[in-house]
């Protein structure tokens, strides 16, 4: 029997787990009690890494389509089949004409993480779209105005805070978002026993509402308003206090200029928390000795979902929170993290805009487009037209509003290639399937959460198991990918490829230094994503730079860490953090005060008798986990959530089928009454709908669910940040 480690890559709370196995057989699977990260958590979706890593759907060759069937073939039937057909377009219709798609699970992959740069770059496509703008992209663009680097988000420092106030967050089930944070529930009890308060604000009370001291329901989609109330408030009474963050602002007096129009008492009504209410969080969040405001995709799938998140921080600062033990505080990741590179408390700080969306106009924003865009990109004729898609560990067909028009429009191209662990209702649009490795056979190492964590910390997972004799890491099919784009065929050699992308980006980065480093590097006799982690992590902010800095950190040292290495609670960084061109954290940045005239409009507008939410669960995440057997089973949860006054009002029966419309969309679910819904609001979950033809994931299929998508419009955006309205849409419903 061995023992390996892996940190779970289902999501963001990325526990250390120990998996037990012999002869190349999972044995069983718990939390690692000595990871100095997660010491030993674990939730449900741990144990389904077996269920994973058996599963008979999930794909272990390629798949091409010939005559519309999915066949089996090689990996070198595989490439050659790309090497045939996506070059033509490249070279007839140029970059824009390939787009890629990224999905969740991307993050939860180094090799995924770290060579999508390179294929991106060898396209030269503008169309690059993922589920940022489904889920946290106006979060990255607040922050990125505010302290000058997209993922410099500021964290709750949970284990040393005294009032912790989430708004559209449920960490209890999600395990957290934009921070991570094992064991949120054991946390938040530690947090309450030591006197501290946990407040909920949720159109739904929540897992997490539950288990807090005060809930408090809200309108979805006027979390703005609640906001801006809250801050008036902080002005209006005394309360704002910046303690040592003074000094480091700019942008106090137009931020208070601006939410000056909105007292509590102005925005009760709309956002549907009383105005003492409002006033009363103000003074706690004021009050307390240490606090942290955390808001999460409640607040950023929403027509304001920029501004929210502005707010959000803003209030932080305004607290004299920002920055400081038991507030929000900066993580300092051990590799790969902008905001310790370059030159430290000041910087170019973030542009959007620098190009657009063809059709509608759309800004870029942090090098992507919405991915509510991508369809109608894919319909519209004329030059930059997409006529082929790569897609990488996502499934929009489910997972974007409207995946009905989406899924019209993937029959529409030339050519799609999906990178993907099942023929799923996105993959089987594809034209060749690649598929992945399951994570029990790949090295992990936390590229973007470790960028988000309550404590600095360093982990690494070497592969659990061997890989079947040539089967690709997934880095050396983005490699592979890379050399077809860049016309080197698909025989090429990925490995002098690897070797000069790295020395261009050494050389643009280490100047003189580069073939000093390029030398070590070789004799490390890393390959591919491994050699980019040992070169983060040794010319990190831990780091050993290449000898220099005795007993810094390298990925030996990792390595010989299975547990990984705690590198302390979080530590204030301001101004050192900043990359604004100010060297200030900016309060009042125009583009945000320019989008409150919109705020301005709709203060008065009435709230629709129905309005549909999601909701996650802890047994299944986004859309792929429904083929998992220990997932699976159990009372079916894709229902639709309603308030006793509304199943009464629209004569619903709980267990019975209802009809949820949105105009000429619907879908019908199973009703289930429940006071835990606010008035007014119905909550579907998402991820469902697995009824579509021509996919291969059976146990998923048995048990479909609605997809709630269908019902959502793909045209409605957050301006800014072009992240899809997913909160709060007008729905009727009637017994079905
Ligand atoms: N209405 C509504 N819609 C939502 C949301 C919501 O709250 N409400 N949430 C949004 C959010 S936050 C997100 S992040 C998105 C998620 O939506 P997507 O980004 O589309 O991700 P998933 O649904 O998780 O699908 C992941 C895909 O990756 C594949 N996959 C899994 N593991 C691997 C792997 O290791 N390698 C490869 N190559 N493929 C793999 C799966 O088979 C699946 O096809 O959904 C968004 N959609
Ligand atoms: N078990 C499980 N864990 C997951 C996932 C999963 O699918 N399942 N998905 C992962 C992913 S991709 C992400 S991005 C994270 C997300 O992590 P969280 O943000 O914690 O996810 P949710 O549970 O969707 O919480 C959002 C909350 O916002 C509320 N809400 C909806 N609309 C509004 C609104 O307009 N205003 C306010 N204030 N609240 C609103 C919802 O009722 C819900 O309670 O979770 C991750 N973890
Ligand atoms: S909480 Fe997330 S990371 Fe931890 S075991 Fe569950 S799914 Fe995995
Ligand atoms: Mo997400």
Redesign the pocket.
């Known amino acids: 029997m061995t023992i390996s480690h892996r940190i779970c890559p289902f999501?963001?709370a990325a526990c250390g787990l120990e998996i037990q196995h012999e002869d190349g057989q999972l044995q069983h699977i718990r939390g690692d009690a000595a990871d100095v990260f997660s010491a030993g958590f674990l939730?449900p979706?741990a144990v389904a890494l077996k269920d994973l890593h058996e599963d008979r759907d999930r794909l272990r060759t390629p798949l091409i389509k010939r005559d519309g069937q999915f066949v089996p073939a090689s990996w070198d039937e595989a490439w050659a089949e790309i090497e045939r057909r996506l070059p033509p377009i490249l070279a007839r219709d140029g970059g824009d004409a390939v787009a890629t798609v990224l999905g969740?699970p991307v993050a939860h992959k180094m090799g995924l993480m770290l060579y999508f740069p390179r294929l991106a770059k060898a396209l030269g496509t503008r169309n690059m779209y993922s589920?940022s703008t489904l889920?946290?992209l106006p979060k990255m663009l607040s922050c990125g105005l505010m302290f000058g680097q997209f993922l410099s988000v500021p964290v709750p420092d949970i284990e040393r805070c005294d009032y912790l106030l989430v708004?559209?967050?449920?960490?209890m089930?999600?395990?957290?978002?934009m921070w991570t944070v094992p064991d949120f529930r054991g946390k938040a009890k530690a947090l309450r026993a030591r006197g501290g308060k946990l407040v909920v604000?949720?159109?739904?009370r929540?897992e997490?509402a539950t288990a807090a001291d005060a809930h408090h329901f809200?309108?979805?989609?006027?979390?703005v308003f609640f906001l801006l109330g809250l801050a008036h408030t902080l002005f209006d009474e005394g309360l704002a206090k910046l303690g040592a963050l003074e000094s480091h602002v700019a942008g106090l007096d137009a931020l208070r200029e601006a939410v000056a129009p909105y007292p509590a008492e102005a925005v009760a009504v709309r956002c549907g928390i009383e105005a003492a209410t409002i006033r009363t969080l103000a003074r706690e969040l004021a009050a307390a000795p240490r606090a942290a405001l955390y808001?999460?995709?409640?607040?950023c799938?929403?027509l304001y979902g920029t501004l929210s998140s502005w707010l959000i921080d803003a209030i932080n600062v305004l607290t004299g929170n920002l920055d400081r033990e038991g507030g929000v505080m900066f993580p300092k990741a051990a590799a790969f993290a902008g905001n310790t590179r370059g030159k430290p408390g000041a910087g170019r700080g973030v542009v959007t805009g620098r190009y657009r969306s063809r059709v509608s106009g759309a800004p870029e924003v942090s090098g992507e487009l919405p991915i509510t865009c991508l369809a109608e990109e894919i319909e519209t004729s004329g030059p930059g037209q997409v006529k082929a898609l790569i897609a990488i560990a996502g499934n929009p067909v489910l997972s974007a509003p409207n995946g009905a028009r989406l899924a019209a429009a993937l029959d529409q191209l030339e050519f799609m290639v999906s990178m993907d662990i099942y023929l799923n209702e996105t993959s089987r649009h594809a034209d060749v399937i690649l598929p992945g490795v399951s994570p029990l056979e790949d090295s992990h190492y936390d590229v973007s959460f470790t960028q988000l964590s309550h404590r600095n910390h360093a982990r690494y997972s070497p592969p659990v198991l061997a890989r079947a004799d040539g089967l690709p890491d997934e880095w050396e099919s983005l490699l592979r990918l890379t050399a077809i784009a860049k016309g080197l065929g698909a025989q090429a050699d990925i490995d002098a490829l690897d070797d000069e992308l790295l020395e261009e980006d050494l050389s643009k980065a280490a100047g003189e230094a580069a073939p000093l480093l390029m030398a070590a590097l070789k004799q490390s006799g890393l390959r591919g994503a491994e050699r980019l982690l040992e070169l983060g992590l040794r010319t990190g902010p831990y780091g050993d730079q290449f000898g220099r800095v005795p007993n810094g950190l390298s990925l030996a040292k990792l390595r010989a860490a299975p547990s990984g290495i705690d590198l302390g609670a979080l530590q204030p960084r301001i101004p050192e953090a900043l990359r604004t061109p100010s060297g200030k954290i900016e309060l009042a940045p125009a583009m945000l005060l320019e989008d409150l005239a919109r705020v301005a409009t709709d203060l008065q507008a009435e709230a629709p008798p129905l309005v549909i939410?999601?909701?996650?669960?802890?047994?299944?995440?986004?859309s792929w986990m429904h083929n998992l057997p220990v997932l699976a089973k159990g009372a079916f949860r894709c229902t639709a959530l309603v308030h006793p006054d509304d199943a009464a009002r629209l004569g619903l029966q709980d267990g019975a089928r209802a009809e949820i419309r949105n105009g000429t969309r619907r879908v019908t679910a199973q009703v289930e009454v429940s006071d835990e819904m606010m008035r007014g609001v119905v909550?579907l979950p998402h991820?469902w709908g697995h009824d579509l033809p021509g996919t291969q994931t059976s146990l998923a299929a048995e048990r479909p669910g609605a997809n709630l998508n269908l019902l959502l419009d793909e045209t409605l955006r957050d301006p800014l940040s072009g992240n899809a309205v997913l909160?709060?849409i007008a729905v009727e419903m009637t017994p079905a």
Do not use: F, H, M, Y
């Open positions: 999501c963001e939730c979706k969740n589920a889920d946290q708004i559209g967050g449920n960490p089930v999600s395990n957290g978002s604000v949720d159109p739904r929540t997490t809200i309108r979805p989609g006027a979390d808001g999460r995709i409640g607040t799938t929403q939410i999601g909701r996650r669960q802890l047994r299944s995440n986004n909550s991820g909160s709060g």
